[in-house]
Nanobody, 122 residues
């Protein structure tokens, strides 16, 4: 059973930055996605990365501001979030799939972290 550990959320002012981390044993063999859920809204994919080719996906709303990356030596996937906006507020979840390609559909992920709160507010 893969256990995902997320960290890095918090309160930040608009324009600020946060880096989310997702760590699990042998995470380098899984496709990983970051999803977020804002109050009253459905969970949506933010950014995803494959395991076999490290191809990436970004939601249009975060392109140019967020960057997803891996550190296989640390069994980690990071989401660097810059130029944060109030609409980025929500609970961010890390998810992993045994499939190797970039996946944006939540149902294709078998493992989920507990979520970390990101609040962008002045």
């Amino acid at each position: 059973q893969l256990q995902l550990m997320e960290s890095g959320g918090g309160l930040v002012q608009p324009g600020g930055s946060l880096r989310l981390s997702c760590v699990a044993a042998e995470l380098e063999y899984y496709a990983v996605g970051w999803f977020r859920q804002a109050p009253g809204k459905e969970r949506e994919p933010v950014s995803c990365i494959g395991s076999s080719d490290n191809l990436t996906y970004y939601a249009d709303s975060v392109k140019g501001r967020f960057a997803i990356s891996r550190d296989n030596a640390k069994h980690a996937v990071y989401l660097q979030m810059d130029s944060l906006k109030p609409e980025d507020t929500g609970v961010y979840y890390c998810a992993a799939s045994t499939l190797t390609l970039v996946i944006t559909t939540a149902d294709m992920y078998s493992y989920w972290g507990q979520g970390t709160q990101v609040t962008v507010s002045s």
